[in-house]
Every structure is written in C-alpha cells, then in structure tokens.
C-alpha cells in the first residue's frame, strides 16, 4: 500500500516571497508522482508530473518540484509567489506497475499568499 | 472537447434516500475514477474503472455501487444515503497511454445528506 504525507496544512507567505510545500511518500513499488492545485469551488488541475528522466520538474507558472528516491520526497517550490497562488495544494502517487492508475492523495496544503 | 463532466453540481438528500452522480469524458479514456473530498483528508479513492464492463473497489467503498457500460460513463450510485456521506465528489479519467499519466478531474458533485 502506498501513502502520501503532507506535513504542512497551512503555509502563510507573503507576495514575492519564496514558498515550499513539502510531500513525502511511501509505497513497496516505484511510483508517479503528481502536484495537483485547486482554487476554490472549483476541480483539481494538474500543475506538475514526475514519470521518469530528469528528476526536476516544472510548471508553466514558475513552481518545480524535485523527486528524491532515497528520501522519498517530492517537494513544491516557487522562488516568487504571487497573489493568484492562493490555493489548496495536493500532492499524489500511482504506482507503476499496476493496472489501477488511481491516484493516492495527501491531505493538501493551503497557501495563503498575503500582500 | 468538454472533458470530464458532471451532474448535478448540487445535491441535498435525506437520510435513506437513494440517487446517481453521472459522469461524462468525451476523451476516450479507458480509466475513470470517483474521488471524495472531505475537509483535512485529501481526497480518497471510491472505485475506479480500467475500461467498460470492469470496475473494481478503492479505498472507501461502502455505501456506493459504480459499473461501466460504455467507455464515456460511470456513474456512481448511493443506495441508502447517511449523513456521513456528505462531501464532494470528483470523477476523474485518464489514457491509457503511459507517456500520458494525468488524471483530469470534472468540476465536482456537493452533496449534502440530512
């Protein structure tokens, strides 16, 4: 079985300041992993995907995210955070090697960028 | 394309009532999926489906049935709505190709259970 942990629930910062939003996980196969972002009242959206290659990815709107096998840890951060950043984060896995291509979630971060 | 869509938006149902979530994707995605979203738990994986006429359980199964006719529907089914199935409900679906490996998530159902 796989699990997600995202030790922070909140996250205040303040515009233009630098933000990380931490994810770690666990599972006995290798994994995908995924940064989905959700504004409020409305559906998740993919912001970031690790499948395979270079283990520092990134999104359109400046955030990247680092896969760390040996720490099983797949941390967001953005260097500058802006006002429309305010949203809730999750972080998730699937594994590999199975058919079911469900996502495990974590609990979600909720960033509050204040000006 | 529309994408993944769903029905109603918003719900109220009474204790023991029964009703049926739809769920449209119009991207021939062989896998769908239903999440519920309660507050502090992410979101948890009810059943998902690898392609029509297969379904199986996820992480909080009771109290709901899903099947799969077709490739562009899967619907979720409450037999006896409780109280403690007040949430959101999200259906998901992605490719079957590897290369791809993003679920897309509809809009969402709120539902609340009296």
């Known amino acids: 079985a796989q699990s997600v942990t995202q030790l922070d629930s909140q996250v205040p910062v303040f515009e233009e300041a630098p933000v990380e939003l931490r994810c770690n996980y666990s599972?006995?196969?290798?994994?995908?992993l995924f940064w989905y972002v959700q504004y409020p009242n409305q559906g998740l959206q993919l912001l970031l995907k690790?499948?395979?290659?270079?283990?520092l990815v990134e999104s359109i709107n400046g955030f990247e995210a680092e896969f760390n096998k040996s720490q099983t840890s797949f941390h967001l951060r953005k260097p500058s955070v802006h006002i429309s950043d305010t949203a809730e984060y999750f972080c998730?896995?699937?594994?590999?090697?199975?058919?079911?291509?469900?996502?495990?979630f974590g609990s979600g971060t909720r960033l509050q960028v204040q000006p | 394309n529309a994408g993944v869509t769903q029905t109603p938006k918003f719900q109220v149902l009474k204790t023991g009532q029964s009703m049926t979530l739809q769920c449209a994707q119009d991207m021939n995605h062989e896998y769908m999926s239903w999440y519920r979203q309660d507050p502090g738990m992410g979101l948890r994986l009810i059943h998902y489906s690898v392609g029509a006429g297969i379904t199986d359980q996820g992480e909080v199964p009771n109290g709901y049935n899903v099947s799969r006719s077709t490739t562009e529907d899967f619907p979720l089914r409450l037999l006896s709505a409780a109280p403690s199935q007040t949430s959101v409900y999200f259906c998901?679906?992605?490719?079957?190709?590897?290369?791809?490996?993003?679920?897309?998530f509809g809009p969402g159902t709120r539902l609340l259970v009296l």
């Open positions: 998730a896995v699937s594994e590999w090697d199975t058919g079911r291509r469900a996502l495990t």
């Open positions: 998901a679906s992605s490719s079957r190709d590897r290369t791809q490996e993003t679920q897309y």
């Open positions: 599972s006995s196969v290798s994994v995908y």
């Open positions: 690790y499948l395979s290659g270079s283990t």
